[in-house]
């Protein structure tokens, strides 16, 4: 039997290929997911389905690949959580719903991927969303994934009180941070309509799992992809401990930054001096395979609370957010502030999702100038690829996360906080001595704000580096796509969720138009 | 997109059959089921998992029943037909007796012209389907996939214990092993139930396959028919989630059980021409044995107060099921009768049911209309044969007899059923039968096997529908007549024979 289509991962991307792909009953898709399914809300565990916990909360779930990464030499070695279950990434993250700033796109339509500037991307936007505050030429609102925003009565002591800091400090008032042309200081827009993380799973699968000619199944781990010259033909995907080969007419993966080039390199596409130091016979050699990986890097600026503050777990954590242009940065809004307002220690570091420390801001560069790398650690599929995240390699990287250190510090002082904030935890008084302290401090205490992307980036064939084009297909091999975040060119100005989702709509829309 | 098979229903043949076809990676097999499924013992509901009830308690409540009714006699009630809507179909529902058809069933259905069914021909079948806890020997088998065990005498209730010992006063056989070939008399009946677990062949079978990439599981489908090219089957349409589906496929095997199948088949066009017409279906082909030769076990349940001190059996006991076959006084079919007792907890009556193990008469099931929604009508007509209704009468009063006697002195309190009026005379017990006779849930042979020069025969040997091709029927409708025995084993067995003839191209 053959599949018209197999899509390779049940994420943020893949979910909405397989669903729009099977919109017309005469393709048939086979969409894998490597970790489980669960059918409807009802059955959805608890910390899958309520959203008010972020990231780290999910750090050592069981619907998460549990990866490990290198942020720098100095710091210790990093969580790196990647959703392991239908929804993918989408079904444990942070939710939240923010598109990348219009010049990310555009930035990606000028180095050769004119089909993705912000003008074109919109109605994609636009498709996969219902924003239940904002309904207009920039808004969707009859799209599978639900938004809102946190209304002023919903908003914490400690969110009204970053957002008065941040006015003060003379950013401008943001109510809308998907608007185009915002900036400033805000209410996020998330994806948790009454507290539920309206995944991938909840938005599309649901629209689509009845479908005779969508065949889902979870539980199944991909080995590899098989070629007969230099077209795809089939998939071999481990399930119940057994290996199976399952052929289609097109290959689509999904698997995400992390997932998507390992896979590649597991079949033969990467770069060919590493295949061959890991023992993988070579079918194309693609050196920008697993190259290019960015992320946002993280700090967290925190302090402890009065004991008259309180510190609920069941509320939400995550209402505001700033979005700044670092001083002498032409990157508009390349930087992020969240305020967190339940911390928590790192679960690496013994930390509980339960317990707080206090309050913090998460300090996050959301246009890097470094960059890192994904390596196979061996041919087994079953081994973790090695991530690299190199954070701070380049100084300028190093003083828009300095400077914003310093800005998080000193909004903190404002007089907004008289009744929440005791004293400042981190970074403590003699980081902030130097530059030279605080980079140390940086370095030691960066992490990943778990936008891993673009290590599998689209561009025009004649850069030697883009491994696919812009419809998604691998450069050299016919039957193959990528479509996640692995094939954004330059990481987005914002969390990834949405664009990863836009993507995923674009290329399915793409496909469907035999593009 | 097209499937090397489609087999419509989940149940004890098509379950089986799924996973067996699935074992070659170079099929690929779509399993229709029009309930749900649970892919594991936790995620299953507690009154599927556990085989504490019986028949006639999943007759109402159960959610995983497709709760047709039917006409049993002219006088009777309308009658609850259970029928499992879940994967693993009426075994993930039933009783769990696990009891083989005996040779001689298999020696009728050879001289009705099937002589690829003789019971040396199936019993490798019997063995490979099941791991026997208690025998293994020749006739057992050791590592099949539904697991079974009965219950040792010494831990027999007092219930099942005076039922016992009366039997064997009486002077039938002591009976170990019911699935012996030459078993006749009172035993424990085997049960596929181990710790309690109702082994169906959705826990037995799909836990193996269902892994396979090479197998589709599709729960909350309902077919609505069979696609024909000319008279060749091409697929199926199918419903799931409101919306309407065609798949296609290069054989599609109807294993939806005996109601199921032939109301498919007569949807689809393959049934009696006049019936068809009657309710404005196409023809494809005129098969007129489509719904008749309707079978069943007819039972009647006669009871008694349990004495006030006699315990009700504890929950994770279970019903124990000690049962009796017999061959009825005057009768040349051997083992025609069942007599099972049980403990009735909500109202503590002993009910000893006997049923006619091979009756003689026969049903009819019919079209009610081209709605797929609207159940076929189902007539069992029971006991229209004079020896059925003798035979009957007779396994009555033996039960009498059998409740008299010392072993039940301290167990068994005043007669509820039948009244003294009923048993006053042939005609009066005749009439109690009538009212009273009900399904033991084998309903079979509802598009029966057999050779060409039977008209009335729906399917060859293999399963395959005469007339047209590329669609086999495989379940309890193929039967050429019902089994002395409860039909859940010969079922699976059916099923995994005739897997092994799809393997080899029959």
């Known amino acids: ?515 | 997109m097209k499937y090397t098979h489609i087999v419509v229903g989940a149940g004890s043949a098509g379950a089986a059959l799924a996973t067996r076809l699935s074992e070659d990676p170079e099929r690929s097999v779509l399993l229709l089921e029009a309930g749900p499924d649970y892919p594991d013992l936790e995620t299953m509901p507690v009154d599927l998992k556990f085989g504490w009830g019986t028949g006639a308690d999943f007759v109402v409540e159960d959610e995983h029943n497709w709760k047709y009714t039917a006409k049993s006699t002219a006088k009777g009630p309308t009658m609850d037909v259970p029928r499992g809507k879940v994967t693993g179909g009426t075994s993930a529902i039933n009783g769990q007796v696990f009891l083989r058809a005996i040779p001689e069933d298999f020696e009728y259905w050879v001289s009705m012209g099937n002589d690829e069914w003789s019971y040396e021909q199936v019993l490798p079948y019997y063995r490979k389907l099941e791991t026997d806890t208690d025998f293994s020997d020749d006739f057992h088998g050791t590592e099949g996939p539904i697991i079974v065990r009965r219950h040792p005498l010494d831990e027999l209730q007092p219930d099942q214990a005076a039922f016992y010992n009366a039997c064997v006063a009486a002077g039938y056989a002591e009976n170990p092993d019911h699935n012996h070939p030459d078993a006749t008399g009172v035993g424990p009946y085997p049960l596929n139930n181990p710790e309690g677990i109702r082994w169906s062949t959705a826990v037995g079978f799909l836990s193996m396959a269902r892994h396979r990439i090479n197998l589709t599981i599709r729960p909350n489908c309902t077919t609505r028919r069979v696609l024909f090219d000319d008279t060749r089957a091409t697929g199926v349409e199918v419903e799931s989630g409101g919306e309407s589906f065609v798949v296609n496929g290069d054989e599609i095997i109807l294993s939806a059980g005996p109601i199921g199948s032939p109301h498919l088949l007569m949807l689809s066009g393959i049934g009696p021409a006049d019936q068809l017409a009657e309710h404005g279906i196409s023809l494809v082909k005129d098969v007129p044995g489509v719904g008749q030769n309707l079978r069943d076990h007819p039972t009647v349940h006669v009871s008694w107060r349990a004495q006030p001190d006699v315990p009700a059996p504890p929950q994770e006991v279970g019903p124990q099921k000690v049962a009796l076959r017999y061959t009825a006084p005057g009768s040349d079919i051997k083992n025609d009768m069942i007599k099972v007792m049980r403990f009735r907890k909500i109202d503590r009556l002993l009910v000893m049911s006997v049923g006619l193990y091979l009756a003689l008469g026969k049903g009819e099931l019919k079209l009610q209309s081209p709605d797929p929604d609207v159940q076929p009508s189902l007539d069992y007509n029971y006991l229209q044969e004079a020896e059925d209704r003798r035979r009957l009468r007779e396994g009555v009063r033996l039960c009498l007899e059998l409740v008299d006697m010392k072993e039940f002195e301290k167990v068994v309190g005043e007669r509820v059923n039948p009244d003294d009026a009923a048993l006053a005379s042939d005609n009066a017990l005749d009439e109690w039968l009538m009212r009273s006779v009900s399904t033991m849930h084998h309903i079979s042979c509802t598009a029966k096997m057999g050779p060409d020069s039977d008209p009335m025969a729906v399917v060859d040997q293999h399963g395959r529908v005469k007339g047209v091709q590329s669609l086999r029927v495989v379940d309890g409708s193929i039967m050429p007549d019902c089994t002395r025995a409860n039909t859940n084993v010969p079922i699976m067995m059916m099923a995994e024979r005739i897997a092994d003839f799809i393997k080899a191209g029959e």
């Open chain 1, 1 to 515: 039997m053959k599949y018209d289509y197999i899509v390779i991962g049940a994420g943020s991307a893949g979910a909405i290929i397989a669903t729009r792909l099977t919109e017309n009953p005469s393709k048939s898709v086979l969409l894998l997911e490597a970790g489980p399914d669960y059918a409807d809300l009802e059955s959805l565990p608890d910390e899958v389905r309520y959203g008010n916990a972020i990231a780290t909360s999910i750090m050592t779930s069981d619907h998460n690949w549990q990866f490990t990464g290198r942020a720098t030499d100095e710091a210790e070695p990093m969580l790196v959580p990647r959703g392991k279950i239908t929804g993918g990434s989408s079904a444990i993250n942070a939710q939240i719903f923010l598109r990348g700033d219009p010049g990310d796109y555009d930035n990606w339509a000028e180095w050769g991927n004119d089909r993705w500037s912000f003008e074109k991307s919109l109605p994609f936007f636009r498709k996969l969303e219902t924003d239940t505050n904002y309904s207009d030429d920039f808004h969707g609102t009859d799209g599978p994934i639900i938004a809102h925003r946190f209304q002023p009565d919903a908003w914490l002591d400690s969110s009204k009180a970053f957002y008065q800091a941040c006015l003060d400090y003379g950013f401008q008032d943001t109510p809308d941070h998907n608007n185009p042309d915002s900036t400033g200081v805000g209410p996020l827009p998330l994806n948790n309509p009454n507290g539920i993380r309206w995944s991938t799973n909840l938005g599309y699968l649901s629209l689509s799992r009845h479908r005779l000619n969508l065949t889902m199944r979870p539980d199944c781990v991909v080995h590899r992809i098989e070629f007969d010259g230099n077209r795809a033909t089939s998939v071999v995907v481990e399930s119940g401990g057994e290996v199976f080969t399952v052929e289609a007419k097109e290959i689509i993966l999904s698997a995400g930054a992390v997932g998507s080039p390992q896979i590649l390199m597991l079949s033969g596409v990467g770069p060919a001096d590493h295949l061959n130091e890991v023992g993988i016979p070579v079918v194309k050699n693609a050196p920008g395979v697993g190259q290019n990986l960015r992320d946002h890097p993280l700090a967290y600026i925190s302090w402890k609370t009065k004991p008259a503050h309180e510190l609920d777990p069941n509320d939400p954590r995550l209402q505001f957010a700033l979005r700044y242009t670092a001083e002498g940065s032409e990157f508009k809004n390349d930087m992020i502030v969240y305020m967190n307002t339940f911390a928590t220690e790192r679960v690496n570091r013994g930390g509980n999702r339960m317990d707080p420390t206090g309050i913090r801001m998460i300090l996050g560069l959301d246009l890097e100038v470094g960059s890192g790398e994904l390596k196979l650690a061996s041919s087994d599929p079953h081994a973790e690829p090695i991530l690299d995240y190199n954070y701070f390699e380049e100084e300028f990287d190093l003083s828009r996360m300095r400077d914003g250190v310093r800005m998080c510090v000193t909004l903190g002082e404002n007089e907004s906080w008289n009744d929440i904030i005791e004293s400042r935890i981190d970074p403590p008084d003699d980081a902030l001595e130097s530059d030279d302290a605080l980079t140390d401090w940086l370095k030691r205490e960066v992490t990943t704000g778990h936008h891993i992307s673009c290590t599998a980036k689209m561009g025009p064939a004649t850069d030697p580096m883009a491994v696919v084009s812009q419809t998604g297909k691998v450069h050299g091999l016919e039957g193959l796509r990528v479509a996640d975040a692995s094939i954004m060119p330059d990481c987005v100005r914002s969390n990834i969720n949405v664009t990863v989702m836009m993507i995923g709509e674009r290329i399915a829309d793409m496909i469907i138009h035999g593009e």
